[in-house]
């Protein structure tokens, strides 16, 4: 079976740092995805990683951890746009699974 | 450079009737997936189309099927519509598998059985 695990929700204030956290167990593992998901739109690219360690891009940075089936974005000097779904996605052959998604709450 | 297109951006359809989603790939782009996402959960995987064919398929009954044409458009049908179809119905365009890894999202239709 597939699995991949992220918490429901993570509120934060303005200007301050977040860590969203995924694990996964899947059958296969070609990549994995960070996506953002304004409600009711399409899921915009952020990361992708596939080899052991941090990405940084900008404001954003994902970390990987293949032994540990682990990864997490980190967010930097939030921004009130920020607020957003964030959805972590394992590639597999022919396919992305996503968690449920992680709703962030950005407060003033 | 246009993105992925979907067609219509929003429905509302009764139980038990058909409906046909429409999706345009990102240009340069020759494979398609449909992704069902109901509200407050991530996307799931229906199938993929590549080379006019079904490739991969999720965990969903018959009656969803689809088909693509040669110019890589896909539609997505759902046939005996349930409540539980109601959802965001995303389309994603990508290269064939091996030629890159990134998937463009269209932003979706949202279908409401009633």
């Known amino acids: 079976g597939q699995n991949i695990d992220q918490p429901t929700e993570m509120t934060a204030t303005e200007g301050a740092i977040v860590q969203i956290n995924c694990t996964y167990q899947?059958?296969?593992?070609?990549?994995l995805f960070w996506y953002q998901q304004h409600a009711g739109e399409a899921p915009t690219f952020l990361s992708y990683?596939?080899?052991?360690g941090l990405e940084e891009k900008g404001r954003f940075s994902s970390f990987l951890s293949r032994s540990k089936g682990y990864s997490y974005l980190l967010l930097k000097e939030l921004q009130m746009k920020d607020s957003a779904s964030y959805l972590c996605?394992?590639?597999?052959?022919?396919?992305?699974?996503f968690g449920q998604g992680t709703t962030l709450q950005v407060k003033p | 450079d246009a993105g992925v297109t979907q067609s219509p951006t929003h429905l509302i359809k009764t139980r038990g009737q058909q409906v046909t989603l429409r999706c345009s790939p990102k240009?340069?782009?020759?494979?398609v997936s449909w992704y069902q996402q109901a509200l407050g959960q991530g996307p799931q995987f229906i199938f993929q189309?590549?080379?006019?064919?079904?490739?991969q398929r999720g965990n969903f009954p018959d009656r969803f099927s689809g088909h693509q044409f040669p110019n890589y458009s896909s539609e997505l049908n759902v046939n005996a519509l349930l409540l539980g179809d109601s959802a965001l119905y995303l389309c994603?365009?990508?290269?064939?598998?091996?030629?890159?890894?990134?998937?463009?999202f269209g932003s979706g239709t949202r279908l409401t059985v009633v």
């Open positions: 994603a365009s990508s290269l064939a598998e091996g030629m890159g890894y990134g998937y463009t």
């Open positions: 899947t059958s296969g593992f070609n990549g």
């Open positions: 990683n596939v080899l052991d």
């Open positions: 996605a394992v590639r597999l052959t022919g396919k992305l699974i």
């Open positions: 240009s340069g782009h020759d494979t």
């Open positions: 189309y590549y080379e006019e064919e079904e490739r």
